[in-house]
């Protein structure tokens, strides 16, 4: 049964007035779809506003951590019945990526709906109907009056789509994160076009890299010797060629998928100052996506032999490395993978488990050593994070409810582990 006017809803629930006879969850879904939280102005004061009025709908406390200025992250919190226990974390970003709206159908914050119910609007698949899900599942689950022992966070954190550096990167390491006593997180995924859901167990490595190369200047009438553009061109075909073979690899071998090899794309070329005028020093930027199969310090070892074959003076610089790269279990002997996987057969639910091709906040939470898997309950969907025209159908939203109210409890309801006897020994 999804939920919906056939189900319990809990009360004191706002309805979008133009979709009277709209499921009440698809109604909020809308309404969250609308508050413009986009880069680069997002509207926090707008989400955090809804959700607080969520959170007293529910009657869970909301609290606020500002992790720096103009950055909050708000956390729901529904205790366990022994909350001395690791408790269960439902993470989800507020924010969503910019829009050009001349080539989406319909205003991207609309949240129109068509009359095949799907609705139109950014965030729609990253990743405000996983918030949603997770607020209409706990909303079911306590109006039926259901306890477990584990206390459930809900968690809305704000800069995922800027990287997470003053959002969830710097929360993590503040006292009010551990003080949550998180066993075990879920955060998004993204959608399965096919049967299967998709769950991420780990993620590639964003390394965001310039090499800059310099030369000898010059006039553009002559044949100046040991150019910074001769050694860009060198350091350009070394990563290009790279990206090539991987690419390769990934086309030509059914075992794997986006998130097993390493994509290269060159984003920005700097330099110059004029037509006529050979420039001292060039740069290039380049997205690299490293997965946890290969050794980070030997992949920057073959970056600096890149960049010595070029010649000399060539260096290169980070705006992003990151360098952890934990793995959640996903072996059945592991309490939480075991809980998590035993749901989602119950449920008919077949799984497909891959390295996540991006990055999101999940690398945070393994980085401090948490068990966290990746996981949107969007099935028969195409992929359109980021795309123009991102949809979702209502109805694999309302399964996606159905899905965390079995989710959860397998959850919240894991049995104590080793670890937490002795703690509490």
């Not at 590639?204 to 800059?212: D, F, G, K, L, Y």
């Not at 553009?229 to 090539?244: C, P, Q, T, V």
């Not at 990151?322 to 996903?330: A, D, G, P, R, Y």
């Not at 035993?342 to 091709?357: R, V, Y």
């Amino acid at each position: 049964m999804l939920p919906g006017k056939d189900g319990p809803t809990g009360g004191g629930r706002s309805q979008d007035p133009s979709v009277s006879s709209e499921d009440p969850s698809v109604s909020l879904f809308r309404e969250y779809l609308r508050i413009k939280t986009v880069h680069p102005e997002p509207d926090y004061e707008g989400a955090l506003k809804f959700l607080d009025r969520i959170a007293a709908e529910l009657g869970l406390p909301f609290k606020k951590v500002e992790v720096c200025p103009g950055r909050v992250v708000g956390i729901m919190t529904w205790e366990g019945t022994n909350p001395k226990l690791r408790s269960i974390l439902l993470n989800s970003h507020t924010d969503v990526v910019p829009v050009f709206q001349e080539h989406w159908k319909y205003d991207a914050f609309g949240a129109f709906k068509d009359g095949e119910g799907n609705v139109y609007g950014r965030g729609t698949q990253d990743m405000k109907c996983v918030t949603i899900q997770y607020i209409e599942a706990i909303r079911r689950l306590k109006s039926e009056g259901r306890r477990f022992p584990r206390t459930v966070h809900l968690m809305f954190v704000p800069d995922e789509e800027v990287g997470g550096h003053k959002g969830m990167e710097m929360f993590v390491n503040l006292p009010e994160f551990q003080a949550l006593n998180i066993g075990f997180a879920l955060d998004e995924g993204l959608a399965n076009p096919g049967d299967s859901f998709t769950v991420f167990y780990g993620e590639r490595n964003p390394w965001w890299i310039t090499v800059r190369c310099t030369g000898n200047p010059g006039h553009g009438s002559r044949f100046v010797e040991n150019t910074a553009a001769e050694k860009l061109h060198k350091i350009i075909n070394s990563f290009m060629d790279f990206r090539e073979k991987e690419k390769t690899r990934l086309n030509t071998s059914e075992c794997f998928t986006l998130g097993d090899v390493t994509t290269v794309n060159m984003t920005m070329v700097q330099g110059g100052v004029a037509y006529n005028v050979i420039p001292p020093n060039m740069d290039v930027s380049f997205d690299l996506r490293i997965p946890p199969t290969v050794s980070l310090k030997e992949f920057e070892e073959q970056i600096k032999a890149w960049c010595e074959a070029a010649g000399e003076g060539v260096t290169y610089q980070f705006a992003q490395k990151h360098m952890n790269q934990n793995l959640t279990s996903t072996e059945h002997t592991d309490p939480w993978w075991r809980a998590f996987s035993t749901a989602c057969s119950d449920m008919n639910l077949a799984l497909k488990k891959e390295i996540f091709p991006a990055a999101t906040d999940s690398r945070f939470i393994r980085a401090v050593g948490l068990p966290a898997i990746g996981f949107s309950p969007m099935n028969r969907t195409p992929i359109l994070l980021h795309d123009h025209n991102e949809f979702l159908n209502e109805r694999v939203f309302l399964h996606g409810i159905e899905i965390y109210c079995s989710l959860v409890p397998a959850l919240a309801s894991v049995s104590a582990l080793p670890s937490e006897a002795k703690e509490h020994a």
